[in-house]
Nanobody
Framework: QVHLVESGGGLVQPGGSLRLSCVVS????????MGWYRQSPGKQREFVAA???????TYADSVKGRFTISRDNAQNTVYLQMDSLKPEDTAVYYC????????????WGQGTQVTVSS
């Protein structure tokens, strides 16, 4: 079974930085878009950033200029560099990836907590 394994969450002060990583646990013939979503208590899960297999980047307006998404295709890994963090960035962050096995499906990580607080 394919797993997306996330790491890098934690507690950081406002203005600080964190880097999240997410690796696909097994070799997959084709990986399409990879991305990050987040969910705060009492809110719906929201889009944060995505990168296509061709390298096209997309960001939510709330994180533009502060977050940077990237991917390492050789390592089946997607990263989210988060700078100038704000308390409102506090959430559980989930990575996702579109993977082709016998058909294209979206897979999700288990989530990693990011808390921005002084």
């Amino acid at each position: 079974q394919v797993h997306l394994v996330e790491s890098g969450g934690g507690l950081v002060q406002p203005g600080g930085s964190l880097r999240l990583s997410c690796v696909v646990s097994e070799r997959i013939a084709s990986i399409g878009a990879m991305g990050w979503y987040r969910q705060s208590p009492g809110k719906q899960r929201e889009f944060v950033a995505a990168v296509t297999s061709g390298g096209t980047l997309t960001y939510a307006d709330s994180v533009k200029g502060r977050f940077t998404i990237s991917r390492d295709n050789a390592q089946n890994t997607v990263y989210l560099q988060m700078d100038s963090l704000k308390p409102e960035d506090t959430a559980v962050y989930y990575c996702c990836a579109d993977l082709y096995r016998t058909l294209w499906s979206r897979y999700w990580g288990q989530g990693t907590q990011v808390t921005v607080s002084s």
